[in-house]
């Protein structure tokens, strides 16, 4: 396999894009090339549009919704799984299918950093303590198993929260390698967030460390040459949640950046000092031996459609070939931005 990340994008709430024309231009002027909205469950009226218009710039649009994540299950339960296993088939039979969308990513319910059970029962109290690896395999197979039955050319984008999945993440590897796996909250020891890009690049929570390296390279070879791997870097949140994108004109955008403004100052310091750790994981990435990789930014509620975000331009150009030094990166982004702005 050769050694690069061969798609960069964007993860968001739908209702944190407020123009999601100018945010897939601007996606398509970063050379970005893939895109999550995600959303509750059904997916905006624009769906059908937004997904056009994407495709028509060279950007894959995947739709995020939840199947079962936040509500209450018992991962244990075959009833749970049965029931959540017609919702979804349902939902996509009417409002995804005919999309004709490059694909779903998804969350289940119980399998956030700290999760309950529905039913309080022991087991589920053992896998949130241990690692809810083998019962995220059996719970969310079953609404696989029938989602892919119904709909096999679908292609489905499993979002795990990799916190909850500790070292058991290894049970993942029984996931039907048709369905990729998207991993999200990469932890360092003792399972606190200690990756660069996880949430907060500020100095005190995201200083690089030996466990960190090793989650990352053992998650994005744990299926090899025969799956598709994506990683969710987070660390641009300026907002949370909304579901439906909107078209918001030039001057209600600029109102709206005069709250997001200081964000992005603080953001591009930190990026810059962090970068050089970045860099490392990025490769690791790149390194492993999966299939494709794919790396996305979330990039929420900070007002992308308005103008280039720097520190998102770095990551960005990093991903392109993170086999360089920092200031070269730093040296690239400037240069392909006409200057440095925020």
């Not at 060279?58 to 995020?64: A, E, F, K, T």
């Not at 369905?179 to 399972?191: Q, R, S």
């Not at 090899?224 to 907002?239: C, M, N, R, T, W």
């Not at 050089?276 to 979330?298: E, F, G, N």
Request: glycine share 6%; aromatic share 10%.
């Amino acid at each position: 396999m050769a050694k690069r990340i061969d798609h960069v994008g964007i993860w968001t709430w739908g209702g944190r894009v407020y123009n999601w024309k100018r945010f897939i231009d601007n996606m398509q002027a970063a050379r970005m090339d893939t895109a999550v909205f995600w959303h509750t469950d059904k997916p905006t009226p624009a769906a059908a549009e937004i997904q056009r218009y994407a495709r028509e710039r060279g950007v894959s649009m995947l739709w995020g919704f939840n199947w079962s994540w936040n509500s209450p299950v018992c991962l244990n339960s075959r009833e749970d799984a049965q029931k959540w296993a017609k919702i979804v088939t349902e939902l996509i039979d009417e409002h995804y299918a005919p999309l004709n969308c490059d694909g779903i990513v998804f969350q289940v319910g119980g399998t956030e950093l700290t999760s309950t059970c529905r039913l309080d029962c022991e087991v589920c109290k053992h896998a949130y303590a241990t690692g809810i690896g083998p019962l995220y395999v059996k719970f969310a197979g079953h609404i696989m198993d029938a989602v892919r039955a119904k709909h096999p050319k679908l292609k489905l984008l499993a979002n795990i929260h990799a916190g909850a999945t500790r070292e058991s993440y290894t049970a993942l590897s029984a996931i039907d390698p048709a369905v990729n796996i998207m991993w999200e909250d990469i932890p360092g020891p003792g399972w606190n967030i200690r990756v660069p890009f996880a949430y907060d690049w500020a100095p005190e929570t995201s200083d690089l460390d030996t466990a960190t390296m090793t989650m990352v390279r053992k998650t994005a070879s744990l299926r090899g040459s025969q799956e598709d791997v994506a990683y969710i870097l987070k660390g641009f949140p300026a907002h949370w949640g909304g579901d439906v994108p909107m078209l918001m004109e030039e001057f209600e955008l600029e109102l709206l950046n005069q709250h997001r403004q200081s964000h992005w100052d603080v953001a591009s310091g930190y990026v810059e000092r962090k970068l050089d750790q970045a860099l490392r994981v990025l490769r690791v990435i790149a390194d492993s031996p999966a299939r494709q990789k794919t790396v996305l930014m979330l990039v929420e509620c900070g007002l992308w459609e308005l103008r280039r975000r720097y520190p998102v331009e770095l990551v960005v150009e990093g991903c392109k070939n993170p086999y360089r030094e920092p200031e070269e990166v730093i040296a690239a982004t400037v240069a392909r931005l006409g200057g440095k702005p925020v």
